[in-house]
């Protein structure tokens, strides 16, 4: 069973700060891995995919790496602004193709 | 992509009552979900709804209590029944345009409070 854990739980930074939310997963058999933002009462809003034989993906100021091996994705966020202040959620989908989630980083960017 | 809106947005309801909450893509797709979000938690998959036939049921989830149907390619309901103080979360449809490795895509969620 797919299991996905983020880390750190809740981070705190300072406008303008370059920042790094780390996602690890137990079962490398996958086929994609999304990075999701969600605002405090919202849906998801897909941020990036990342297939599984891609190493990564750039969108904007966002950047998310794979290294499917060792069972870890990483979402850099350069530059960060108090709109990025959210909860960032990591997805799996591994053969079931089904998306397992972990329980995600609360961002807060401190003007 | 697909937009996804759902229908009502919130509810407050009283114990062992019934909501059904609607939710239409802009777009046919393959891959139909539905989703739960409990206060502080993760996302929790309920079912992938089929169209046409029955919804597949996660473990801890039963049809009994949360009833699916998925007419078309575009639409898709789910009702919570019979319910209590713990059915209170936010219920969050999703959608993936086709093949596995597509990009999947949420709804705005209806936030659920069961008093």
């Known amino acids: 069973k797919q299991e996905v854990t983020q880390i750190p739980a809740a981070l705190s930074v300072p406008e303008g700060e370059n920042l790094v939310l780390n996602c690890s997963f137990t079962d490398s058999a996958i086929y994609n891995l999304q990075w999701f933002r969600q605002d405090p009462g919202k849906g998801l809003t897909s941020l990036l995919l990342?297939?599984?034989?891609?190493r990564e993906q750039t969108s904007g100021r966002l950047n998310a790496s794979l290294d499917k091996s060792s069972g870890r994705s990483t979402l850099y966020i350069a530059a960060s602004q108090p709109g990025d202040s959210a909860t960032y959620l990591c997805?799996?989908?591994?053969?079931?193709?089904?998306?397992?989630f972990g329980k995600g980083t609360k961002l807060t960017v401190n003007p | 992509s697909a937009v996804i809106s759902q229908k009502p947005s919130r509810d407050i309801c009283q114990r062992g009552t019934s909501l059904t909450i609607q939710c239409q893509v802009d777009?046919?797709?393959?891959?139909m979900f539905w989703y739960r979000q409990q206060p502080g938690q993760s996302l929790t998959l309920i079912a992938t709804a089929n169209q046409g036939s029955e919804a597949t049921y996660e473990s801890g989830f039963v049809i009994d209590k949360f009833p699916i149907s998925r007419p078309n390619l575009t639409f898709s309901t789910l009702t919570v029944s019979n319910m209590s103080p713990e059915d209170s979360s936010i219920y969050l449809c999703?959608?993936?345009?086709?093949?596995?490795?597509?990009?999947?895509?949420f709804g705005p969620g209806t936030r659920l409070t069961v008093l």
């Open positions: 999703s959608a993936r345009l086709g093949m596995s490795y597509n990009e999947q895509f």
């Open positions: 990342i297939q599984s034989s891609q």
């Open positions: 997805g799996v989908r591994g053969g079931s193709e089904k998306l397992v």
């Open positions: 777009s046919q797709v393959t891959m």
